[in-house]
């Protein structure tokens, strides 16, 4: 297994082009040394859903490292498109996708070529639910919510949607890298809080709330953690905080 300079994790977008362009920027990402996850949730409550994921369609065929999970919001996308297809609302009916967030991503999709919106739905529909690696002997498993803790064949429920179980209960030696839950509703809400976490059960938090006020997208440096964190050292805030990216 090739050995990367890098392995970073992107948390969620959420239709927020901008700031993923600002973050981008930052990352300099380089096929030939770095490994990239994008972790999910790339579509809905943000402005520019269909921008992003062209972008992240556009990075995951350049780039021979770089991966793309799906998150709950491209799953709810797909059962919604499974049922009613593009260019129908659900006009005084309640729908789970376009209640959270789907009405601009469903709007921007209808009014493409349809050839182009094939083409993003057949992208979406090929995303896995996750990704696995390991740096230093240290297995790392990329997955969008997380993982049940107590059950050894995981459901899609869980990988997509899980959250406190995973959370409170997670004890594996696996370093669990995720994005879904903001860390400004992780062990209590702290709207401030807006960056990435590295818990003591080995999981590290990106989704740092892309969509909520004073919220952004970050990249966590997921080798260099591990490689901090060597003879089982205890990272500190601001050795962690030299772990990650973000945007503006």
Not at 131 to 147: C, D, E, K, M, N
Request: net charge negative.
């Amino acid at each position: 297994m090739m050995a990367f300079r890098r392995i970073l994790a992107v948390g969620d977008i959420h239709g927020h082009m901008e700031k993923l362009r600002s973050l981008w920027k930052q990352i300099a990402f380089d096929d030939k040394e770095d490994m990239l996850v994008f972790l999910g949730d790339y579509i809905d409550r943000g402005a520019e859903p269909i921008e992003v994921l062209r972008f992240v369609r556009m990075q995951v065929e350049q780039n021979e490292n770089v991966h793309a999970l799906c998150g709950n919001h491209e799953a709810m996308m797909l059962g919604y498109l499974k049922e009613y297809g593009l260019g129908r609302t659900l006009l005084g009916h309640w729908n789970v996708w376009l209640m959270n967030g789907g009405k601009v991503t469903h709007r921007q999709l209808d009014a493409l070529p349809a050839e182009e919106a094939e083409e993003l739905i057949a992208f979406v529909k090929t995303r896995p639910l996750y990704f696995r690696t390991q740096h230093g002997g240290q297995s790392i498993l990329f997955v969008h919510a997380g993982v049940h803790p107590t059950r050894k064949k995981q459901t899609s429920s869980d990988l997509l949607w899980i959250r406190d179980e995973f959370f409170e209960l997670y004890r594996g030696a696996e370093l669990v890298v995720v994005g879904h839950t903001p860390t400004q509703a992780i062990g209590g809400r702290d709207m401030s809080r807006n960056v990435p976490l590295f818990l003591p059960n080995n999981i590290i938090a990106c989704d740092t709330g892309s969509f909520l006020p004073g919220g952004r997208i970050s990249c966590v440096d997921v080798a260099r953690c591990l490689d901090l964190r060597a003879d089982g050292h205890r990272l500190t805030e601001e050795e962690f905080a030299s772990c990650y990216m973000q945007s503006a």
